[in-house]
Nanobody
């Protein structure tokens, strides 16, 4: 079992930045695929960014490419999402997720493929 705890959410104005953190209860760097998802009111949960074990590769949703960066600190068992140039449409609850086992990259942003989820942290971007 992996427990995930997100933090770092908040309210910012458009153009601002936030860094989300996700602390894992166990070592995840080399064995787990880690990801960030988000869910806005009335919408489905969508994949934002994925990082494969050892940081070997990353995948981003088109809507956040060039603005968000996912990273994984193996010394702290912590996943990060640096979010720059935030837009009102980025407003959502952000969730950290983890999967142990292989997953083709074409499924990396698919919410159905992850076994462990955090409780979420709210991000609100005002115009």
């Amino acid at each position: 079992q992996v427990q995930l705890v997100e933090s770092g959410g908040g309210s910012v104005q458009a153009g601002g930045s936030l860094r989300l953190s996700c602390a894992a209860s166990t070592y995840t760097y080399s064995d787990y695929i880690m990801a960030w998802f988000r869910q806005a009111p009335g919408k489905e949960r969508e994949g934002v960014a994925v990082i494969y074990p050892g940081g070997i590769s990353t995948i981003y949703a088109d809507s956040v490419k060039g603005r968000f960066t996912i990273s994984h600190d193996n010394t702290k068992n912590t996943l990060y999402l640096q979010m720059n140039n935030l837009k009102p449409e980025d407003t959502a609850m952000y969730y950290c997720a983890a999967r142990r086992g292989p997953l083709p990259s074409r499924y990396g942003l698919g919410r159905n493929y992850y076994n462990y989820w955090g409780q979420g942290t709210q991000v609100t971007v005002s115009s």
